[in-house]
């Protein structure tokens, strides 16, 4: 697996720190990141394994390797990997429905429930 880390990071986080909201920057960096380990975790538990995590400037991007054995295993009118890649597509977006549901009732630690719902939806 690699990791690879975008270095124009360090200029939305000055540009962020410039103009006062450096706050707002780290609260969707931190729910795009839970929001892909939602990705990451459904994708391992189906059993495909992470081949790239890149941390770009507004989250993270991840590609899943492929086998051989799930494209040739048909499932109605397509494979088992397209099932398995669609499930993996809905995880991220339901994790953010999930904790944007949470947090219109219950009062985040560090960040006010506004940024926190907004940040998901």
């Not at 494979?79 to 499930?87: H, P, R, S």
């Not at 947090?103 to 940024?115: A, H, V």
């Amino acid at each position: 697996m690699r990791i690879r880390i975008d270095l124009k990071i360090i200029i939305f986080l000055a540009l962020f720190y410039i103009t006062n909201q450096l706050q707002i920057y780290l609260t969707i960096m931190f729910f795009c990141v839970i929001h892909e380990l939602g990705h990451i975790i459904v994708g391992l538990i189906l059993k495909m394994l992470p081949e790239k995590i890149e941390i770009i400037p507004c989250g993270l991007n991840v590609s899943f390797r492929t086998r051989k054995k799930d494209m040739e295993i048909p499932i109605g009118k397509g494979t088992l990997l397209e099932l398995k890649m669609v499930l993996i597509a809905l995880a991220g977006p339901l994790v953010s429905l999930i904790l944007a549901i949470l947090y219109t009732y219950n009062q985040p630690l560090y960040i006010s429930r506004q940024d926190a719902i907004y940040s998901n939806i």
